[in-house]
Nanobody, 117 residues
Framework: QEQLVESGGGLAQPGGSLRLSCLASGFSFREYAMYWSRQAPGKGVEWVSKIYADGSETFYADSVKGRFTISRDNAKSTVYLQMNNLKPEDTAMYYC??????????WGQGTQVTVSS
């Protein structure tokens, strides 16, 4: 059924950039707001960003505001997270997710982002 697959993570230096992608399938992607969250080792899950279904509004956690940009391509059923000026504190597993009308949130498997010199 519904599935989200993240990609694009990896190792970046402080001040560097990465672009994460999340490919969706099994549901009407263009009808749902999409989200990014992250979890650092030993930490709780932190919400990072949200984008409306039509891309008309975006929202960011204070910790990433001004550095990260969420976007989507509904024709490709893909949501992106452009991460610029990366900091070591951004090191985490990054997950995309959405909330169906029924049941719990659907999460991807995650992609690891490591920011280190």
């Amino acid at each position: 059924q519904e599935q989200l697959v993240e990609s694009g993570g990896g190792l970046a230096q402080p001040g560097g950039s990465l672009r994460l992608s999340c490919l969706a399938s099994g549901f009407s992607f263009r009808e749902y707001a999409m989200y990014w969250s992250r979890q650092a080792p030993g930490k709780g899950v932190e919400w990072v960003s949200k984008i409306y279904a039509d891309g008309s509004e975006t929202f960011y956690a204070d910790s990433v505001k001004g550095r990260f940009t969420i976007s989507r391509d509904n024709a490709k059923s893909t949501v992106y997270l452009q991460m610029n000026n990366l900091k070591p504190e951004d090191t985490a597993m990054y997950y995309c997710w959405y909330k169906p009308e029924e049941g719990p949130e659907t999460w991807g498997q995650g992609t690891q982002v490591t920011v280190s010199s």
